[in-house]
């Protein structure tokens, strides 16, 4: 394991999961956002289309990170909270068109500053239940991780009312029913973004 990893704390802190390093985290997390915001500018500047339509970014909070920790059955401390889970910084960034998506991935992929740890492409490869995000793990020059989901509007409405659906009720007998209507609405929204692309195409073409 590299400095950064032996920097952090490996005793439990009962007052912050993070032990003390949230100033840190969020200007790590705000830079990322700046990173998107120039890639946002350059593209504007030359086609005018802006590619992304809202960012959201989120320090993953104590609760839920203690959860995960303990389901992966890691140590309650800063250092598997910050380096063996990689999504205590959360960036979210929604685009109007798929091309757009990939747009993005590309930006992050050639800036030097950042390594790219892993990706999963749950577009091309959609999951079972019909989620689909491109999904990158980075990591920034001081040493932070941060899971950065891209997808388009279409994809990220679908995600939030599966999400909210599926964990703010409780779904009773109909579960296979549900799980198989879900799918589908996910299957049409991604062919209406592929449509959307293809309109969006014959649009520019046609300037
Ligand atoms: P939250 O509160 O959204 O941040 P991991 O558990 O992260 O170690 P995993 O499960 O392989 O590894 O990660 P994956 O598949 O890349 O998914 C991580 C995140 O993607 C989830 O975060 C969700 O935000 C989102 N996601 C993945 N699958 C689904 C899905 O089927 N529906 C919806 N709505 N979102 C999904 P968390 O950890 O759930 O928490």
Redesign the pocket.
């Given at each position: 394991m590299d400095d950064f990893y032996n920097s952090l704390p490996a005793e439990e802190d009962p007052e912050d999961i993070y032990g003390g390093l949230r100033p840190e985290m969020a200007k790590a997390m705000n830079s990322l956002k700046d990173e998107i915001d120039r890639f946002r500018k350059e593209t504007m500047e030359r086609d005018l289309d802006d590619p992304v339509d809202h960012v959201l970014a989120r320090i993953?909070d104590e609760d839920?990170m203690i959860d995960?920790l303990s389901r992966k059955k890691l140590p309650i401390n800063a250092r598997s909270a910050l380096c063996e889970?990689h999504?205590a910084i959360?960036i979210r960034i929604v685009c109007p068109f798929i091309n757009d998506v990939y747009a993005v991935s590309e930006y992050l992929r050639s800036r030097r500053d950042l390594e790219i740890v892993l990706e999963?492409d749950y577009i091309k490869q959609a999951?079972e239940?019909g989620?689909r995000?491109l999904?990158m793990i980075i990591r920034e020059k001081h040493g932070f991780f941060a899971?950065v989901?891209i997808r388009t509007i279409s994809m990220d409405t679908w995600?939030a009312l599966?999400?909210a659906m599926r964990y703010k009720h409780d779904i009773g007998g109909n579960t296979e029913l549900i799980a198989r209507e879900l799918k589908r609405c996910a299957d049409e929204l991604a062919s209406t973004d592929l449509s959307l692309q293809t309109i969006r195409d014959m649009i520019r073409q046609a300037k």
């Open positions: 993953k839920s995960k889970v999504d959360g999963k999951k239940n989620y995000s999904h899971e989901q995600a599966e999400h």
